[in-house]
């Protein structure tokens, strides 16, 4: 029987050691990626049975990177794999497109299930935040909640790149538009968030877990 092909995304190198030699002795580890865009380019490649991806993620967070390979792949089997316990964070992780989230405190073991599950088109939730978890979704259900954000994706592309520190050029070239529409986008950004200064878009983006503090 065929091993479950898995790619790995987390931009912290000694976890990502950490992980590989933990799933390397239950499945096919096909690729190691260390930032979003990586994760969006090597899933489309690679074509792997799961994805487990970390949240914080540099160019592309881990969310956005779920939302582009959903839309290239609708069968995408993605789990979360985070440090953020935040029960809003992780129904915003399933109505982005993952299939599975786990805290970086759960042990190797539920991991090694999470992908099992994950892999048979089960959803898979830590038992740290099911209980949590499954009232707030009730109570968003209640409230008629979609979870929309105010901006675009690439306005949110746009964004994390601002907030880590790149300037409009780089936004630019990294995202293959010119230096007048990224500048466009920031404008916009601002005019949707009601903010006049870099300084609080780099907060709003912090608070939006877009980058980590």
């Known amino acids: 029987m065929a091993r479950t092909r898995v790619l790995l995304a987390d931009d912290h190198a000694i976890v990502a050691q950490g992980l590989e030699a933990l799933l390397k002795e239950s499945f096919d580890l096909v690729g190691i990626v260390h930032d979003g865009r990586a994760l969006v380019e090597a899933a489309e490649t690679l074509r792997p049975d799961v994805i487990v991806t970390d949240i ?3 160019l592309l967070n881990g969310l956005d990177a779920i939302r582009q390979i959903r839309a290239r792949r609708p069968d995408a089997k993605i789990i979360v794999l985070t440090m953020y316990p935040e029960t809003p964070l992780a129904v915003d992780a399933f109505r982005a497109g993952a299939s599975g989230y786990l805290l970086k405190v759960s042990p190797g073991e539920e991991l090694i299930a999470a992908i099992g599950q994950v892999a048979l088109g089960r959803a898979y939730v830590t038992t740290l935040l099911a209980k949590d978890l499954i009232a707030l979704l ?12 105010p901006l ?10 601002i907030a880590e520190g790149h300037t409009m050029k780089e936004v630019a070239s990294i995202l293959h538009i010119s230096p007048r529409t990224a500048e466009s ?11 006049e200064t870099t300084a609080a878009l780099i907060q709003y983006a912090v608070r939006s877990k877009l980058v980590s503090e």
């Open 56 to 58: 914080s993620m540099p």
């Open 138 to 149: 009730i109570e968003a259900a209640q409230k008629g909640s979609t979870g929309d954000t």
């Open 152 to 161: 675009t994706p690439r306005q949110r592309e746009v964004l994390q790149l």
């Open 185 to 195: 986008h920031k404008y916009e950004i601002m005019q949707t968030l009601g903010m």
